[in-house]
């Protein structure tokens, strides 16, 4: 028997791979699927099955390319009604693979379909239980995310959750390990813990929401209480994951469509593509095409894309390091952003050498900054997210978060000048560039954002409070 975890980090996701004599299946897959068949071909091993937990809301499965490559069968829990084939099983139900047999847990809540599945040995030892979004290390599922679909409100729905943990999930033996879909990051929940896998025993141990003294209305009351709104984008990646969506092939062959400068910039002024570019921060500070929106690859990509590109269908143009073109249309694909129409070949450097206009934006170091705010008075927006700036922040800054640009755009006056920064220098670039684009010029990054400019020394910053106390 084998049992992998296949964890993407930009997603704060956990896909798995389990095979037991040259049967296997894969459960809660990313839209890329050949590594899975790859790994499957080591092993000498046939997909059999790829289960899924539910219909994820941040990112687009790759569940129905998976099944049409290695013949395996896509199976859902009860309540699913995807528009593709699929088993649909029933709660208690059973699957042979290998040795092993997998059951199905219905386990309602986070959504209606939400499925656990509990994995039996060959001795009929329960080992593992892959959780989908029902329950983090650290946390369970959000309650909110499915109320439209479910016809409920968020606190119906995490009344069922409560049922689903306390019926379902506790009463497993306490050395099963669980293997839930999502870790630290993730925005499916709000206090996941930075391990991926944990005993069930410790977890009824150390997480808040299996608290054995909980009552039902203290659990809906702790599991609703601090939800930040979700991304724009979740519904359309649950639609797509119901629904279908384009082969993962079609969307890469699409998206690495090279343009020279001159078909790069016709694209751009005769379609209505946004034109991405996912270099550096500092580096794109030095020079983009006009009306660029700087989301780097390094970061956490693409969830801010998702936060930030409200509409899926949004088609994109591509300014990237040359070598890094596949990698960014695969990313942005995971999460459903499946229409980039093009990119700029030979990156910016070739934009600049055929003389093409270029545009800039200021960026001073942490000291320099510094030494600005000790002569004058100047304006300065921190662009963290809210807590983050409550938690401890440079005296006087105004709160602008990047989640809510076009509100904190409001704030921002074309006739002053601003310092922008953020936690390290990654967010303050985002929306420096997206208010650029929008006409807003009298903007200047510091680079390295609070962390550099409070290692300065030099600049006067507020208590510290800490984060927990605040939500």
């Not at 006409?439 to 927990?468: H, M, Q, R, W």
């Amino acid at each position: 028997m084998k049992i992998e975890q296949i964890y993407t980090g930009c997603l704060a996701q956990g896909a798995y791979y389990i095979e037991s004599e040259g049967e296997a299946v894969v459960i809660d897959p990313l839209r890329e699927v050949e590594p899975y068949i790859q790994r499957a071909a080591e092993d000498g091993a046939k997909i059999k099955y790829v289960f899924e937990t539910h219909f994820h809301a941040d990112f687009v499965s790759g569940h129905i390319d998976l099944a049409r490559k290695s013949g395996g069968t896509i199976i859902y829990g009860p309540n699913a009604n995807p528009s593709f084939d699929a088993y649909i099983a029933k709660d208690g139900e059973e699957f042979k693979v290998g040795k092993l047999i997998f059951k199905v847990i219905h386990t309602p809540g986070h959504t209606m379909e939400s499925t656990c599945y509990l994995l039996k040995d060959a001795t009929g030892k329960h080992v593992g239980l892959f959780s989908g979004d029902t329950l983090f290390i650290g946390d369970v599922g959000r309650p909110d995310l499915a109320q439209k679909a479910a016809d409920m409100t968020q606190e119906e729905l995490a009344a069922t959750l409560f049922d689903s943990l306390r019926n379902k999930i506790m009463p497993l033996a306490d050395d099963i390990i669980v293997y839930p879909a999502h870790g630290a990051g993730s925005a499916c929940g709000k206090n996941m813990s930075k391990e991926t896998t944990d005993t069930l025993g410790n977890q009824k141990k150390t997480n808040y929401a299996l608290r054995a003294t909980m009552t039902k209305e203290e659990f809906v009351k702790e599991v609703t209480n601090g939800l930040l709104p979700p991304p724009a984008y979740f519904p359309l990646n649950v639609m797509m994951n119901k629904e279908g969506y384009d082969s993962i092939d079609e969307v890469l062959e699409r998206g690495q469509h090279a343009l020279s400068p001159v078909a790069f910039e016709v694209a751009a002024n005769e379609t209505g593509a946004l034109i991405l570019d996912t270099r550096d921060p500092q580096v794109f500070a030095k020079g983009f095409v006009p009306n660029s929106i700087n989301i780097g690859i390094d970061g956490n990509f693409a969830p801010w894309v998702g936060a930030l590109i409200p509409d899926v269908k949004q088609q994109l143009l591509l300014v990237a390091e040359p070598d890094r073109v596949e990698e960014v249309v695969t990313r942005l694909a995971r999460v459903g952003y499946d229409y980039t129409i093009g990119f700029l070949e030979g990156g910016f450097e070739a934009w600049k050498k055929a003389g093409k206009e270029i545009d800039t934006i200021q960026s001073v170091t942490a000291e320099e900054f510094a030494a600005k705010a000790a002569k004058e008075n100047i304006h300065v927006l921190d662009v963290r997210k809210n807590s983050e700036y409550l938690s401890e922040h440079v005296q006087n800054a105004e709160n602008a978060p990047l989640d809510f640009v076009n509100e904190s755009m409001l704030k921002v006056d074309k006739n002053k000048t601003y310092y922008v920064h953020c936690a390290g220098g990654y967010r303050s670039m985002i929306f420096n560039s997206i208010l650029r684009a929008r006409g807003y010029d009298n903007l200047i990054d510091v680079n390295g954002g609070f962390k550099a400019i409070k290692d300065t020394g030099k600049v006067e910053v507020t208590d510290y409070v800490c984060p927990s106390t605040l939500i």
